[in-house]
């Protein structure tokens, strides 16, 4: 081979490399699998392991608020029971005996990833946790998620459970057609009918026009897990995701990529999901703009309970947020002793 010949190939070798280099660096998505689906007419727009069962973590509770609620009235009364009341975190710290309306325990599981009211819903409709799952796997499955199996009302690791970023996706989709549905997946704050404030751990509501809903998920043995609706203009995605170990900016990407592939692209989002606090200490943005306090637990008025209690003791902060732009400021106010609770091994959180 002439030296002109062996110079021709080895230009053409970077070229390749550097072709496939570029390739990955499009992609960066580190999720397992993932399904980004058009949210009208549920046609894949793109997709990576998108059948592949994999466990599915508190973004299961879609299917546990989509059957209860076709189940369901939503004044219908939802005792609490001790197996339900034990649920390990997170959790609103629901007691024995307690009676909520079937709507509240939507907002807990749906906002704020109760795994106790999941419980108590999947008793309420079926009588048990264990009927329930059996019960709201067959309604799926009829629904279209053939490769969707549930065995708790939570998302809370069992042996057996397993979903599919599609299935998430299209049970996320017949969610979203319940009115009710939407509008809860859309709030990100609401107050239970006992005065407990409950936060939506979907992040994108407070830093992006273009998120609609969404629900988050997080065991050890998922990582984390998501799915979502996003629009621009005329323009709706879903996106799901399972198995990531970097949330934000693998969703970040996928969303910026269902875009792109529906002929609606817009800019780069900014990282700023990974700078809030965590859920039980957003601060709530009124038209003002006023500055509120807030401690981690319990205070003298109103009980704030969602994930991300924490052991120790807490710092209260005066926290002003403007959640288009996901900055916030934080002022150290003092120190204030915080009614503890330790976290589960096994928990879903956002």
């Given at each position: 081979?002439?030296?002109?010949?062996?110079?021709?190939?080895?230009?053409?070798?970077?070229?390749?490399?550097?072709?496939?280099?570029?390739?990955?660096?499009?992609?960066?998505?580190?999720?397992?699998?993932?399904?980004?689906?058009?949210?009208?007419?549920?046609?894949?727009?793109?997709?990576?392991n998108h059948?592949?069962?994999?466990?599915?973590?508190?973004?299961?509770?879609?299917?546990?608020?989509?059957?209860?609620?076709?189940?369901?009235?939503?004044?219908?009364?939802v005792?609490?029971?001790?197996?339900?009341?034990?649920?390990?975190?997170?959790?609103?710290?629901?007691?024995?005996?307690?009676?909520?309306?079937?709507?509240?325990?939507l907002?807990?599981?749906?906002?704020?990833?109760?795994?106790?009211?999941?419980?108590?819903?999947g008793?309420?409709?079926?009588?048990?946790?264990?009927?329930?799952?059996?019960?709201?796997?067959?309604?799926?499955?009829?629904?279209?998620?053939?490769?969707?199996?549930?065995?708790?009302?939570?998302?809370?690791?069992?042996?057996?459970?397993?979903?599919?970023?599609?299935?998430?996706?299209?049970?996320?989709?017949?969610?979203?057609?319940?009115?009710?549905?939407?509008?809860?997946?859309?709030?990100?704050?609401?107050?239970?009918?006992?005065?407990?404030?409950?936060?939506?751990?979907?992040?994108?509501?407070?830093?992006?026009?273009?998120?609609?809903?969404?629900?988050?998920?997080?065991?050890?043995?998922?990582?984390?897990?998501?799915?979502?609706?996003?629009?621009?203009?005329?323009?709706?995605?879903?996106?799901?995701?399972?198995?990531?170990?970097?949330?934000?900016?693998?969703?970040?990407?996928?969303?910026?990529?269902?875009?792109?592939?529906?002929?609606?692209?817009?800019?780069?989002?900014?990282?700023?999901?990974?700078?809030?606090?965590?859920?039980?200490?957003?601060?709530?943005?009124?038209?003002?703009?006023r500055?509120?306090?807030?401690?981690?637990?319990?205070?003298?008025?109103?009980?704030?309970?969602?994930?991300?209690?924490?052991?120790?003791?807490?710092?209260?902060?005066?926290?002003?947020?403007?959640?288009?732009?996901?900055?916030?400021?934080?002022?150290?106010?003092?120190?204030?002793k915080?009614?503890?609770?330790?976290?589960?091994?096994?928990?879903?959180?956002?």
């Open positions: 081979m002439g030296r002109r010949s062996l110079a021709i190939w080895v230009v053409c070798l970077m070229v390749v490399v550097g072709g496939r280099a570029a390739a990955e660096t499009d992609n960066p998505v580190r999720a397992i699998a993932y399904c980004i689906m058009d949210a009208d007419t549920g046609t894949i727009l793109s997709a990576q059948q592949m069962m994999l466990p599915p973590a508190s973004t299961l509770k879609v299917g546990t608020a989509l059957v209860a609620i076709n189940t369901l009235q939503l004044q219908d009364k005792p609490v029971s001790v197996n339900a009341a034990q649920a390990p975190a997170s959790k609103i710290y629901l007691k024995p005996g307690e009676i909520y309306n079937v709507n509240d325990m907002y807990a599981i749906l906002l704020a990833s109760a795994n106790d009211a999941a419980r108590a819903l008793e309420r409709v079926s009588g048990s946790e264990d009927r329930f799952a059996r019960f709201m796997t067959k309604q799926l499955r009829e629904m279209g998620a053939y490769r969707t199996n549930f065995e708790t009302a939570s998302g809370l690791p069992s042996e057996g459970q397993y979903s599919t970023a599609y299935d998430l996706a299209f049970i996320f989709r017949k969610a979203m057609q319940n009115p009710t549905l939407a509008r809860i997946m859309n709030t990100k704050t609401f107050t239970l009918q006992d005065g407990k404030e409950v936060y939506n751990h979907n992040r994108f509501l407070f830093t992006t026009e273009y998120a609609v809903a969404g629900k988050t998920g997080y065991t050890r043995a998922s990582k984390h897990t998501y799915v979502g609706l996003f629009r621009n203009g005329d323009k709706r995605i879903i996106v799901s995701m399972m198995g990531s170990q970097g949330k934000w900016a693998d969703l970040r990407t996928l969303i910026e990529k269902g875009f792109a592939e529906c002929g609606a692209p817009i800019a780069k989002l900014p990282p700023v999901e990974e700078s809030l606090r965590r859920p039980g200490t957003y601060a709530r943005a009124s038209a003002k703009s500055t509120r306090k807030y401690v981690k637990g319990k205070t003298p008025k109103r009980k704030v309970l969602s994930a991300g209690v924490v052991s120790g003791t807490g710092t209260q902060t005066s926290i002003k947020k403007k959640y288009s732009s996901g900055s916030y400021q934080k002022k150290k106010i003092g120190k204030s915080v009614k503890t609770s330790t976290r589960c091994v096994g928990d879903t959180r956002s």
